[in-house]
Every structure is written in C-alpha cells, then in structure tokens.
C-alpha cells in the first residue's frame, strides 16, 4: 500500500473552484482503481469519484456529476480532483485511496475543502 498525501483543499466561496492533488510515495500504476472520498461531520465517509489506470473508466457520485472532474497521471504519481461550481455541501474532509487501501481501511490524513460565503 503506497502512502498518499493529499493538498489542495481550503476555503472558496460559492460557485468557485479548487483542485485537490494526491501524490503517491510510490507508484500507482498497478493500482487499477484510484478514487476520492470525502466524509463531513456526523456523516459517514462517501465515495465522490473513481478512475481507472488508464482513465477509460471513471465514475461520479450523482451529487458531483458535471462539477467534478478526476484525472491520474500514473508517470507522476498523482491523481486530482477538479472541482468546479462548489457548494456548501461540498465541505467536507476529501481523502484519495486505492481500491486496496479502501478494502484495508487506511486512509491518509485528507485535505479540508469549505465553501462558505
């Protein structure tokens, strides 16, 4: 299970932007799915996004479709979240994970996004 450190996150206002970046410690090519998850107070952990090693398959949860955007660049080791139009209920603690860290239950410190005016 490589390490992943996620950065991007902070404070926007609605309707505004950020791009959330997770670097791998080390490769992330033989990990087929990678995805982001988000998880706000009092609520349990939610899958937001998938993508496969070669980005032929990607998934969005309802409530992103048309305002999230994943992408992988497994030469770089990374994965981003594009997040566009936010709203209030985007805030929340977004983490990346492996299909593998996710059925282990590890995951990494996350990156804190709010969207208040």
């Known amino acids: 299970q490589v390490q992943l450190v996620e950065s991007g996150g902070g404070l926007v206002q609605p309707g505004g932007s950020l791009r959330l970046s997770c670097v791998a410690s080390?490769?992330?090519?033989?990990?087929?799915?990678m995805g982001w998850y988000r998880q706000s107070p009092g609520k349990e952990r939610e899958r937001v996004a998938l993508?496969?090693?070669?980005?032929?398959?990607?998934n969005y949860a309802d409530s992103v479709k048309g305002r999230f955007t994943i992408s992988r660049v497994n030469a770089e080791n990374t994965v981003y979240l594009q997040m566009n139009n936010l709203k209030p209920e985007d805030t929340a603690v977004y983490y990346c994970?492996?299909?593998?860290?996710?059925?282990?239950?590890?995951w990494g410190q996350g990156t804190q996004v709010t969207v208040s005016s």
């Open positions: 080390g490769s992330i090519s033989s990990n087929y799915l």
């Open positions: 993508i496969s090693i070669g980005g032929g398959y990607i």
């Open positions: 994970n492996t299909d593998l860290g996710v059925r282990k239950n590890i």
